[in-house]
């Protein structure tokens, strides 16, 4: 059974750090690309990063550009995000997903991890 | 960017009813387009994906329609599990975009 896992949310003042990770299982991690999307409270869905099977193909969204770094590590199975100035509006539920191959269908989600960003 | 134009935002209907659903793209995303099915509480689900496709276990009262600008979902006979947030995603260049979401709700 495909399963992916969110952990490493939390709260987080302005201007602060954290790091995202999301446990794959269930399917060959390292054949598959993948996202991040997050959805900020009673909002709609917002794309954040996706990174290629390989990890040398990343894209990110223009609200996160040069403060998000999306990685993966095929060894262990584990995709992660860092998130540096982190601003109050990125507060959210940040859903890890799987491609539907290299593409950018997300086919499996996790069941996401809330970033609160607040003083 | 490509802005994906959601309509509309709430759709009121009862059980057995027929749901159309329309997504328009500000420029040609060709068939890569894919609806995606949310509940409360719930991460999505991939429900339609290049336009027309069927997800992996989805129900055959969903099929999606159209290319270019013009999309649409439609469910066929409402059930009771269906009613739920719907968005439009693109992924024919980046960034990928969501549409706002349609809320569909029991009349």
């Known amino acids: 059974e495909v399963q992916v896992l969110e952990s490493g949310g939390g709260l987080v003042q302005p201007g602060g750090s954290l790091r995202l990770s999301c446990a794959a299982s269930?399917?060959?991690?390292?054949?598959?690309?993948m996202t991040w999307v997050r959805q900020a409270p009673g909002k709609g869905l917002e794309w954040v990063s996706y990174i290629g099977n390989g990890a040398d193909d990343t894209h990110y969204g223009d609200s996160v550009k040069g403060r998000f770094t999306v990685s993966r590590d095929n060894s262990k199975n584990t995709l992660y995000l860092q998130m540096n100035s982190l601003g109050v509006e990125d507060t959210a539920i940040y859903y890890c997903?799987?491609?539907?191959?290299?593409?950018?269908?997300?086919?499996?989600w996790g069941q996401g991890a809330l970033v609160t960003v607040s003083s | 960017e490509i802005v994906l134009a959601q309509s509309p935002a709430t759709l009121s209907l009862s059980p057995g009813e027929r749901a159309t659903l329309s997504c328009r793209a500000s420029?040609?995303?060709?068939?890569?387009l894919a609806w995606y099915q949310q509940k409360p509480g719930q991460a999505p689900r991939l429900l339609i994906y290049e336009a027309s496709n069927r997800a992996t276990g989805i129900p055959t009262r969903f099929s999606g329609s159209g290319s270019g600008t013009d999309f649409t979902l439609t469910i066929s006979s409402l059930e009771p599990e269906d009613f739920a947030v719907y968005y439009c995603?693109?992924?024919?260049?980046?960034?990928?975009?969501f549409g706002q979401g349609t809320r569909l709700e029991i009349k």
């Open positions: 269930g399917f060959t991690f390292s054949s598959f690309a």
């Open positions: 995603q693109q992924r024919q260049d980046w960034p990928i975009t």
């Open positions: 420029q040609s995303v060709s068939i890569y």
């Open positions: 997903a799987k491609g539907k191959g290299q593409n950018s269908i997300f086919d499996y």
